[in-house]
């Protein structure tokens, strides 16, 4: 049964499980039985992990939360998107803490709405919560949460490009690996890929700031910046006018006789095992070419066939790609 195929009902009902789980789970009762059952129950769609996933997301943002002696739990707090069930979501709330929503709204703490959206069989457009436009590249995750003082996205995987809603009183604020994008309307790109982060702006102006380290550094339109983890500072530099970063919008992955050390990332996040370099000379090979992002699991198979490498398996079953040694010249 794929996604498409469910039913409003039957959305609902995965969202009331997965927060009967997730209740469970938090319990100091819950038996092995019931710990079969839900890891049973988990992996017998992939609707329900996912469910889940983000069920323990709300959970966690009430553990974070300071403790309060309060009556009740009441306002505005409202997940959306696949997290319909409002009531079980607050009950969540309600179990892991007693606190008040709209206290946690005033404070700071708790987002007014919360957004989940996934891409996972092919390229996606959503609207947020506050008339933002976003485009989701394949296999990409992220949550959009609304709070008193700014709107908050974090990109867990994936790569979206974003036409942000104007709001100079209320920044949009982009998590991606250890850094963040800072903005009050403008039009970008986040790619994410394991630590690598990598932002493209086209229109308006960004921040971009390091999680270890205080200040940001402005973009500008045409500009671009990269950082990972244990970068003090993002490294910024002028986007090329025959760049192709942005072809994923039309489902398409081109490489432009990139080197394979700097093309394997942009095919790997792709693909369910990332291809591994045998040595750092393999690396040099260069490689180019237009995909369908789509079948890109059908490169790596053929690329014997256009390189000078021949492909092997590691222990962890990733693909390994070798250099074939040059033939020394007789005489």
């Known amino acids: 049964m794929s996604e498409k195929s469910l039913s409003e009902a039957e959305y609902d009902a995965i969202t009331d499980a997965a927060a009967h789980w997730c209740m469970r789970l938090h319990a100091s009762d819950c038996t092995p039985g019931e710990r079969q059952a839900f890891a049973q129950w988990h992996d017998s769609h992939p609707l329900h992990a996912f469910e889940y ?15 309060h002696e309060t009556p009740a739990l009441v306002g505005p707090f409202k997940p959306r998107s696949r997290l319909r069930s409002y009531a079980v979501a607050a009950a969540i709330c309600l179990t892991a803490l007693p606190l008040v929503a709209f206290t946690g709204w005033e404070a700071g703490w708790l987002p007014s709405s919360y957004e989940r959206f996934q891409a996972a069989n092919g390229l996606r457009q959503v609207t947020l919560g506050d008339g933002s436009e976003v485009e989701l590249n394949l296999g990409t995750e992220l949550v959009y949460s609304n709070y008193k003082d700014q709107r908050r996205v974090t990109l867990k995987k994936g790569e979206a490009f974003f036409k942000v809603s104007h709001d100079s009183a209320h920044p949009f604020i982009v998590h991606a690996g250890s850094g963040q994008v800072r903005v009050t309307g403008t039009r970008f790109n986040v790619w994410k890929y394991e630590d690598q982060v990598r932002v493209m702006l086209l229109e308006g102006s960004v921040q971009i700031a390091s999680d270890q380290v205080h200040g940001s550094v402005p973009l500008t339109p045409g ?33 432009d ?3 394979l050390v700097d093309a394997l990332p942009l095919i790997n996040r792709y693909l369910s095992k990332p291809v591994m370099l045998a040595d750092a000379n393999t690396g040099t090979i260069r490689i180019g070419g237009i995909y369908n992002i789509t079948e890109v699991n059908n490169l790596i198979p053929s690329l014997p066939k256009v390189l000078p490498v021949y492909l092997t398996q590691n222990q962890d079953g990733n693909p390994v790609i ?10």
């Open 257 to 259: 006789n990139l080197a």
């Open 223 to 255: 500009m671009q910046a990269s950082y990972q983890q244990g970068d003090a500072t993002p490294r910024v530099r002028a986007m090329s006018p025959n760049d192709t970063a942005l072809a994923w919008r039309q489902g398409k992955l081109v490489l």
């Open 322 to 331: 070798n250099s074939i040694p040059r033939k020394s010249p007789k005489g």
């Open 53 to 67: 996933a983000a069920m323990l997301e709300i959970w966690d943002v009430a553990d974070h939360l300071p403790r």
